[in-house]
């Protein structure tokens, strides 16, 4: 049975002890996952940061007591909410179109207003 000399994936020193084992130490483990987790993209990292933002603003308009809230589409864009960036739609039975950030959507409606409403957990 021949040895086979395993090597740290992060800073390629000889590893000891376990066999499946693929790291020497904790700092290399959480350097190689910090890298293999970080957004090396900036276009990806942009995009994040503005869904966070408007979940941000979607959040903040409606009050933890209500279901959901009016607002108007120009104090939205006065917050920095950018509107063509969202995570995903819900259409209901209706036909209306609600545009989420995460669990907080909204709903266009006549002239310049929007209907603000927080997903429900199932």
């Excluded at 545009?99 to 929007?114: A, N, P, R, T, V």
Aim: charged share 35%; glycine share 4%; hydrophobic share 25%.
């Amino acid at each position: 049975m021949e040895m086979i000399d395993k090597k740290c994936i992060e800073c390629n020193k000889p590893l000891k002890g376990r066999v499946d084992k693929k790291f020497c130490d904790d700092f290399c483990r959480n350097s190689y996952n910090n890298k293999l987790n970080s957004d090396t993209n900036g276009y990806v990292r942009n995009i994040n940061n503005t869904l966070r933002k408007n979940r941000r603003i979607l959040e903040e308009t409606l009050p933890a007591s209500e279901e959901m809230a009016k607002t108007t589409r120009s104090k939205m864009a006065e917050k920095g909410f950018q509107f063509k960036y969202f995570t995903h739609t819900y259409s209901n039975k209706k036909g209306n179109i609600y545009y989420f950030c995460y669990e907080y959507g909204y709903l266009l409606l006549e002239g310049d207003w929007i209907l603000v409403v927080k997903r429900k957990e199932h």
